[in-house]
């Protein structure tokens, strides 16, 4: 079912992830068996760690059955995220060392017979001695392997949901995938799926995402959730879903502290919109876009800034350069400026971390210098148009406006192209090109595209000498945009 705002029901149990809780709207259902299934190293251990120590906060009795890991492995992995297992009980249920002589083979019954009944009752007496309302079962690989047939194994896995159900315990199974083949068995008996993916790209870190394949009876946020495992567990970034925000009724012009741009748009940009500066290198888009960045946050609304192509130090350095000094307006709160890494970062994280910072600043402006950056080291990231559609308009209908910045291949000439066309996201498409004339090379700037309002057909000339200015409209050339006009004045 598709999922709406996240709602607070006691009745829930909260997993221990906040971003996983919102996912969930609120949280699992508590008496059930769930399934949580992933490669080897997608983050299982650490997610179930994760819910049952959420459980021990809340005074609960749990259980972490372990198949696969010694209690001292479990104890390392719990330390190396600043936790301790006190509070949980561990059953481990490993094959002892006296089974790899000569002397434990078995004779009468199959090895699986005795170790299957002896692994079951080891469960149910350590379940019937502390009644544990989590417990995590790590891992079905190996109890998939003593139960040999898929009916022995089903019956099992049956049998111990309904007893289980009846003690009144929310019971998550692990399963590693080592299988060959997908189990549908269990898919079929739980009450939710929750599937954990990893894969490395190409270029850069890990990339994590988690979905949830089944929740009877309960609405879900639907689609791939990209998350981190951090020191101190799991962080879930839950996708955007535009259509779940307030829509902001006012908007009044932003404007950029220079007349003529502003006249040029007609009053100024819409707020709520998104405008894409594009433009050849070298043109002034990061200019451009920092100088709306500057008034915004001279007129006291917060701005926040995120570079993917240029470091901190040269872009404050320019900036200061053209008379838009940023340092103060950053030590008043009233500017943001971040440097990211996309090789490091995945999508959802990015918006994770801008929709934080704009909820914590009231943010009113957001430039993201450049697009270009973001989806060159992301080559390998699927539906990424489909991802900043949704950012767009989740910052839109909370009244912010953004500002994207993209190169265009090539300097000069007619055929100015860019890597991938993304000017239909935006409400507002602002054109930088150079051109030539009385032997200098000049910079021009024209409206191509506004959605919301009028705005000036003409070419303005833009300057870069100790600050920004926009010149009067240049009525005297024809072919500015192919870049050799021709002075008809």
């Not at 490993?94 to 089974?99: F, G, K």
Request: proline share 4%.
């Amino acid at each position: 079912m598709p999922g709406g705002p996240e709602h607070d029901n006691p009745a829930l149990l909260r997993t221990g992830a906040e971003g996983l809780d919102d996912v969930l709207q609120g949280g699992l259902v508590p008496n059930r068996l769930y399934l949580l299934e992933g490669n080897p190293g997608s983050g299982k251990t650490t997610f179930a760690l994760q819910f049952l120590l959420e459980g021990v906060r809340r005074g609960e009795s749990c259980l972490f059955v372990t198949l696969s890991e010694s209690e001292q492995e479990l104890r390392t992995s719990a330390e190396s995220h600043g936790w301790t297992l006190a509070g949980i009980n561990v059953l481990e249920i490993v094959a002892p060392e006296e089974s790899l002589t000569s002397s434990a083979r078995y004779t009468m019954y199959h090895p699986s017979e005795v170790e299957l009944a002896e692994t079951t009752r080891l469960v149910l007496a350590e379940a019937e001695k502390i009644k544990p309302a989590r417990l995590v079962f790590d891992s079905l690989s190996e109890f998939r392997l003593l139960t040999e047939t898929p009916l022995r194994y089903r019956r099992q896995i049956l049998a111990l949901k309904q007893y289980f159900s009846r003690q009144r315990s929310t019971v998550l199974f692990i399963d590693d995938r080592s299988g060959e083949k997908r189990d549908m068995h269990l898919h079929s008996l739980a009450h939710g799926v929750i599937s954990l993916e990893c894969e490395t790209p190409e270029y850069g870190t890990m990339r994590r995402r988690l979905h949830i394949g089944k929740l009877r009876g309960r609405m879900f946020r639907e689609g791939y959730h990209d998350f981190l495992i951090r020191r101190g567990g799991i962080e879930l970034f839950p996708r955007l879903i535009a259509a779940e925000q307030r829509v902001c009724e006012a908007r009044p012009p932003i404007r950029s502290g220079l007349e003529p741009l502003d006249e040029l748009l007609g009053g100024g940009l819409v707020q709520g919109t998104s405008a894409l500066i594009l433009g050849a290198a070298g043109t002034g888009k990061s200019s451009l876009a920092s100088q709306y960045a500057w008034a915004a946050a001279a007129r006291g609304e917060h701005a926040a800034l995120y570079l993917f192509d240029e470091s901190m130090a040269s872009y404050l350095e320019r900036s200061a350069g053209l008379g838009m000094p940023l340092r103060p307006l950053m030590d008043a709160g009233l500017l943001s400026l971040r440097q990211v890494d996309p090789a490091e970062m995945s999508p959802g994280e990015f918006a994770h971390a801008l929709g934080r910072t704009v909820d914590q600043n009231k943010t009113r402006l957001v430039v993201i210098d450049s697009l270009s950056g973001l989806l060159n080291a992301m080559p390998s990231e699927r539906y990424l148009l489909l991802h900043l559609h949704e950012l767009l308009s989740h910052l839109g209908q909370q009244g912010i406006t953004t500002l994207l910045t993209m190169v265009q291949h090539g300097i000069v000439g007619p055929t100015m192209l860019a890597a991938v066309d993304v000017s239909y996201l935006a409400d507002t498409v602002l054109l930088l090109r150079y051109f030539e004339a009385f032997g200098e090379v000049r910079q021009a700037l024209s409206v191509i595209k506004k959605r919301t309002g009028r705005h000036e057909r003409t070419i303005r000339e833009l300057r870069f000498n100790g600050g920004i200015s926009v010149g009067e409209p240049l009525r005297d050339f024809e072919g500015v945009l192919t870049g050799s006009p021709q002075f008809v004045g």
